[in-house]
């Protein structure tokens, strides 16, 4: 079953790189602003969830490159990796959901951004330990440009929200 993450190999090689770089930027962008994000009641916790989905992206790509891994093995990995990155997303769902000034809708798609790309990686990973292995990896594949954009959202949001 390596067969099938060997077709997989330049897009983990493209998102692996492309990821790591900008978590890294947004990680600078964060630090410079540390001090107003930690003041806020749910900053720190969104801020976290971007960057806990863009290392779940880093992660199922890295994974996906151990040579000649088996596809059960590699459901599993990137599962357990979901699992840890939705602890952060509990997390960030929790502080949303408690906060008064905003109306309960706004506080829904505020949650929502970041469970797209669990969401992805959830269903790619379960189908690809299922044994449909070609249909988890597209799912898996989904999931890790949905967490790019999800990060960029996110991190946006939250470097706006500094300056109001």
Same mark, same amino acid.
């Given at each position: 079953?390596?067969?099938?993450?060997?077709?997989?190999?330049?897009?983990? @090689?493209?998102?692996?790189?492309?990821?790591?770089?900008?978590?890294?930027?947004?990680?600078?962008?964060?630090?410079?602003?540390?001090?107003?994000?930690?003041?806020?009641?749910?900053? &720190?916790?969104?801020?976290?969830?971007?960057?806990?989905?863009?290392?779940?992206?880093?992660?199922?790509?890295?994974?996906?490159?151990? &040579?000649?891994?088996?596809?059960?093995?590699?459901? *599993?990995?990137?599962?357990? $990796?979901?699992?840890?990155?939705? @602890?952060?997303?509990?997390? $960030?769902?929790?502080?949303?959901?408690?906060?008064?000034?905003?109306?309960?809708?706004?506080?829904?798609?505020?949650?929502?951004?970041?469970?797209? &790309?669990?969401?992805?990686?959830?269903?790619?990973?379960?189908?690809?330990?299922?044994?449909?292995?070609? $249909?988890?990896?597209?799912?898996?594949?989904?999931?890790?440009?949905?967490?790019?954009?999800?990060?960029?959202?996110?991190?946006? *949001? @939250?470097? @706006?929200?500094?300056?109001?």
């Amino acid at each position: 079953m390596a067969e099938a993450l060997e077709g997989w190999t330049d897009f983990n @090689v493209a998102m692996v790189g492309a990821t790591a770089a900008l978590a890294g930027l947004i990680i600078v962008a964060m630090s410079v602003n540390m001090s107003t994000i930690m003041t806020s009641a749910t900053l &720190p916790a969104r801020a976290a969830t971007a960057i806990a989905t863009l290392v779940l992206a880093i992660v199922a790509g890295a994974f996906g490159l151990i &040579p000649d891994q088996g596809t059960f093995a590699y459901g *599993v990995e990137v599962l357990v $990796a979901t699992l840890i990155a939705g @602890v952060f997303q509990a997390h $960030a769902i929790n502080v949303i959901m408690k906060q008064t000034s905003n109306r309960a809708g706004y506080r829904l798609l505020q949650s929502l951004a970041g469970l797209l &790309p669990l969401a992805a990686f959830l269903t790619g990973s379960v189908l690809v330990v299922a044994g449909a292995a070609w $249909a988890g990896l597209v799912a898996l594949a989904f999931g890790s440009v949905l967490a790019v954009i999800s990060a960029i959202i996110i991190a946006w *949001v @939250v470097l @706006v929200e500094v300056l109001r």
